[in-house]
């Protein structure tokens, strides 16, 4: 009878042992479950753009951090955040196909919504909620030496209100109604379209009067300008706020704390808006599910990378609530429900 010997044995043992965990690996190398009937193939890539903001202001690094979390802990996606002139730019671009999730302010989503003022016979009723990110402040900035001391005296004045159709653009329409002033059908001011950066540089330039940075507190464009440029905030009247807030409930009251920038004695009262991830119905349930665990699981990661990430909680977002034009996607919506948020 023909028999192996000891060594001859323990190497056709270790050549079984071999192909067997190779075999293993193959079939799904990164340790995932592979779809049914998927076989070897690795599953495909999903490539998502955030459509964010200018690159100076905070939702663009905000975008950053996001990305890379939803990046090193949710397989087979990329996401990458794209600098936009946010507001009506980013859901258009998510009209475009080039970005599939936007950060945007309570007040554009509801035209969005709604098919109005710039989204006028274009309604979007498939625009969904995922979290809430922070209050987006609206910072009016006066030139030093301008004497300005209320909107009212931007009459006759040039003034910054951001880009085109921007959050900040479109905010500073609304808000300047209240002041009977007007950019778009009259002349009362001569607007500059242009964002933070072309803000600044004018402003430091005196080729501006006033701007408007809407964004969180504090915000590195409005601490150049005044620091650098001795610029000082612009306070809203009592009555204004209490009429603007009644008129557009997206809008709150909001009090910029004495010291929140350089020289700044006194409180200023302004308005703000809350800012939300949005994205549209039709992407996949179970990763939004997984996009917004993430941001809770994860929110050490996020506050690291970005300080104004603390604002991304459970509480915010319940509280923010309050007015949302535009419901949860379903994925988010289980999330919340799961952590009891909602019933």
Request: hydrophobic share 40%.
């Amino acid at each position: 009878m023909f028999r192996l010997n000891k060594r001859a044995m323990l190497t056709i043992i270790s050549v079984i042992m071999f192909s067997t965990l190779v075999g293993c690996s193959s079939s799904n190398e990164s340790g995932n479950v592979a779809p049914s009937g998927s076989g070897d193939q690795k599953a495909e890539k999903i490539y998502l753009n955030i459509a964010s903001g200018p690159s100076t202001g905070v939702y663009y690094p905000l975008g950053t951090a996001i990305a890379q979390v939803w990046n090193n802990n949710i397989d087979n996606i990329v996401v990458t955040a794209q600098a936009s002139n946010a507001g009506a730019h980013n859901i258009q671009l998510m009209d475009k196909g080039d970005a599939q999730i936007a950060f945007v302010v309570e007040g554009v989503t509801s035209y969005a919504v709604d098919g109005i003022n710039e989204f006028a016979g274009n309604p979007h009723p498939n625009l969904r909620a995922v979290a809430y990110l922070f209050s987006s402040v609206d910072q009016f900035v006066a030139r030093k030496g301008s004497g300005i001391q209320s909107l009212a005296d931007l009459k006759g004045r040039k003034f910054v209100p951001g880009g085109m159709a921007s959050g900040a653009e479109i905010t500073a329409r609304e808000i300047l109604r209240y002041y009977d002033l007007d950019y778009i059908d009259r002349n009362d001011i001569s607007p500059e379209f242009v964002n933070f950066d072309g803000a600044v540089e004018r402003m430091k330039n005196e080729q501006t009067d006033a701007a408007l940075i809407l964004t969180g507190v504090p915000n590195a464009a409005v601490m150049e300008l005044i620091s650098s440029a001795g610029a000082y905030l612009i306070p809203l009247e009592a009555e204004k706020v209490e009429a603007i807030t009644k008129d557009m409930p997206y809008y709150s009251p909001y009090t910029i704390k004495a010291g929140s920038y350089p020289d700044q004695a006194d409180d200023i009262l302004t308005v703000c808006q809350e800012n939300w991830i949005l994205l549209d119905s039709s992407l996949d349930e179970e990763l939004v599910y997984q996009m917004t665990k993430m941001l809770y699981e994860k929110h050490d990661d996020l506050v690291t990378s970005h300080a104004i990430s603390r604002n991304i909680t459970l509480e915010n977002t319940a509280s923010a609530m309050t007015f949302m034009p535009t419901p949860f996607h379903d994925g988010a919506l289980r999330y919340y429900k799961e952590v009891g948020l909602i019933q």
